[in-house]
Structures are given as C-alpha cells and as structure tokens.
C-alpha cells in the first residue's frame, strides 16, 4: 500500500542516510526528500537512492535553478520540490523525467505551476492559510490536481486538512531532526502512517502515492 507521505530530511548526513532511509520505508513511507541546504545533500540522495532502489522514490527539496535540479539528476533522484514557483525550475525537471512539485501559495502561483508542467503542486507554508484556506482554493483547482500540505500539518491534525482537500503532506521535523536515531525517526514514522491510516479510512487502500498522477503535464 503506498502513501501520500513526503518525509523531509533537512539536516541529514550521508553517513546516517541508509539507516533513516530503512526506517522510513519499514514503517510505510516510500518517498523521501533531502534539501538541499542540508550537509552534502547530493551525498546523502546517492546513498538513499543506493540503499532502497525502487523501494523508495528519492528526491531533494529547497532546489532553487535549473543547474540544482541537473545535479539532483545526476545523484539519482527522482523528485524535485522546491519552497517557490519558478517556470524555469519546473520546466527543467520535467524535460529531465523527474516530478516537479513547486511551492504555492495563492491562485495565481499555482495555475502558472500547472502551465508551467508541475507534476502537483506544494501547498507552503500551509500554516498561513491553514486547512480552511486550502478549502477556499481547492475548487478553483482543474480537477485531479495533486495538492499536498506542507507546514502546519501534522499527526494531530491530518483528518482536518484532508477534509478541506489535501491529497497528500510533506512532514518535516514531526519525522526527522538532526540528532534523532534511525529507530527514533521509524517510531515517530510509524505514528505518523498510523495517524494517516485512520484519518482515510478504507480510502487508505489502494491509495496515490507522489507521482501516481501527474497534473498539469
């Protein structure tokens, strides 16, 4: 069963890459994400892309131009996320067969991601508009758009934000921070696939993992 869940490691370091990157698809998330302004992030997706193979989609997120994106290639990854909208970025990830998931925050931002051939779109930081703006937003949306939360969103709360329409979040520091062993980060990944789990329901089965439909291509 795969799950709309993008684990954020910002801080990760190659060494402990492999252990966290098991710790993580053990416990039920299969897409992993290292920004790129954490310690040798190029490093770290080579290693997780090496450990997991096809257990596990692997990307970075914080990627800003099209050279980053080149590089992520380069290391094996899959994913591009970036905290912005920027054509250029999305554009270059798409010609380079990777999915493309630019930050939004308003309409205009995330019907020119669409244009610009995002594969979803990256609701950031969804603490400002919260679930009830997201609900707002979500019917002006072309049908099928993939939409995930990131920021604000969390165990406690994954119910109410796939009520006003997430399709997905990107969680942060509730699954890694620097220091945390690869068993801390796989209990608190296994909470967290609980939490969604119950949250969804029967619609847990079977359902979208990133990339299963792209949007706006």
């Known amino acids: 069963m795969t799950r709309p869940l993008i684990a954020i490691l910002r801080g990760l370091t190659p060494p402990e890459a492999p252990d966290v990157g098991r710790a993580l698809v053990e416990a039920g998330i299969g897409v992993i994400e290292v920004p790129l ?14 450990t997991l193979g096809d257990r596990a989609k692997v990307g970075a997120g914080t990627v800003l131009t099209v050279e980053e ?14 905290p912005n909208m ?8 798409r010609a380079a ?11 205009t931002e995330a019907f020119a991601a669409l244009k610009a051939g995002a594969t979803g779109l990256k609701l950031f930081p969804g603490n400002l508009v919260g679930p009830d703006g997201l ?3 979500r019917p002006v949306l072309p049908k099928g ?3 995930y939360a990131v920021g604000g969103a969390g165990a406690d709360n994954l119910g109410t934000w796939i ?11 509730a699954l890694y921070k620097p220091g945390l062993t690869p068993a801390e980060v796989g209990a608190r ?22 990339g299963d439909k792209a949007v706006g291509a």
């Open 97 to 107: 067969r990777m999915e493309s998931w630019p930050g939004v925050l308003t309409p």
């Open 37 to 50: 302004n954490s310690p040798d992030p190029l490093r770290s997706i080579v290693a997780l892309v090496a």
């Open 135 to 137: 609900k707002a937003l």
């Open 163 to 173: 009520a006003a329409g997430a399709d997905g979040f990107g969680i942060g520091s």
């Open 189 to 210: 990944a296994r909470a967290l696939v609980a939490s969604y789990d119950k949250a969804v329901g029967d619609k847990a089965v079977g359902g979208k993992a990133v």
């Open 145 to 147: 758009t993939q939409l």
């Open 69 to 82: 994106v080149a590089a992520v290639k380069a290391a094996g990854g899959q994913i591009i996320v970036s």
């Open 86 to 93: 920027d054509p250029d970025v999305i554009r270059a990830s």
